[in-house]
Each structure stands twice: as C-alpha cells, then as structure tokens.
C-alpha cells in the first residue's frame, strides 16, 4: 500500500472487544496496515471526530457498529453526515441486523458499505482497502 493510502486512520466503532480484535486480525491479514483508533461507545468516538481534539483534514474511514451501549449507530452516522469536514469520510456500518429498512435507512443517512456480521472478511478487507485508496487520492478540499 503507498504512503498516501496509509495517511487513511481507520476509526472503529465496536463495542464486543472480540469483534474489534477479529475485525484488526483480519485488516492486517488482507494488508491494511493502517492506523486504527478504536472506540467502545459512540460517546468516546464522537468526542475525537467531533471534538476538541479532532484530527484536522485528515482522512479518515470509519467503521461503525449500530448497536452500541450508549448510542444508536444511526445517530453517529447522522452526526458525522451533517459535519462539513467528516462528511465526505467514507462509512462502513458492520452489524449483526440484516433488517431491510435498517440497511435502507443507513444508506440515506449516507453510508458507503453495509456489511452483516459475522463477516467474510476477504470481502470487508477489499472494501476498506479500496475505499481507503479512493480516499487518498481524491481530497475534498477544506471550507474556508
């Protein structure tokens, strides 16, 4: 992968820590390298993309579980989807409801990718792998 496409943080929202690790297992068996921020609540991961502290015009791809302990997945994709410089941030929504009008509602909130755990990881791995190439390479430029 070249030094552009390693620029793209991986933020990952995921509450069952044995998902989280499998999730990273499985990035760096398909080559994604990149850095992975992981957050247990949508509380803590709304706090670094939103924040203070948030990572300024770096690109980021997150990946987003809907059923979270203090938060509906949904919420955080609405939230990031109405933030001028997170909106262009590729989303992954990986979650274990197959449910239509679920699916249905996180592509209008504007996800890029929904994904049904348990996941075939080969798969996710290519997804991530060509959205965070997509990501280096096109650059929304900032709003003044």
């Known amino acids: 992968m070249n030094a552009a496409a390693q620029a793209v943080t991986i933020v990952m929202v995921e509450d069952d820590e044995g998902h989280a690790r499998l999730i990273e297992k499985n990035l760096k068996r398909a080559g994604v390298f ?3 921020r992981h957050f247990l609540d949508g509380t803590s991961a709304l706090d670094f993309l939103v924040g203070q502290g948030r990572p300024e015009h770096r690109p980021l791809l997150v990946l987003l579980d ?3 302990p203090d938060m509906s997945g949904f919420d955080i994709l ?5 933030d ?3 909106k262009p941030a590729p989303v992954i929504v990986l979650t274990t409801t197959d449910d239509e009008r679920e699916i249905r509602r996180c592509y209008e909130l504007g996800c890029s990718v929904y994904i049904t755990k348990p996941v075939n990881y080969e798969t996710f791995a290519q997804a991530v792998r060509q959205l965070g190439l997509f990501l280096a390479v096109i650059q929304v430029p900032p709003t003044p």
Not at 78 to 82: G, I, N, P, T
């Open 84 to 86: 001028p410089q997170l």
């Open 66 to 68: 809907l059923n979270l």
């Open 34 to 36: 990149n850095e992975v």
């Open 78 to 82: 609405a939230k990031l989807k109405a």
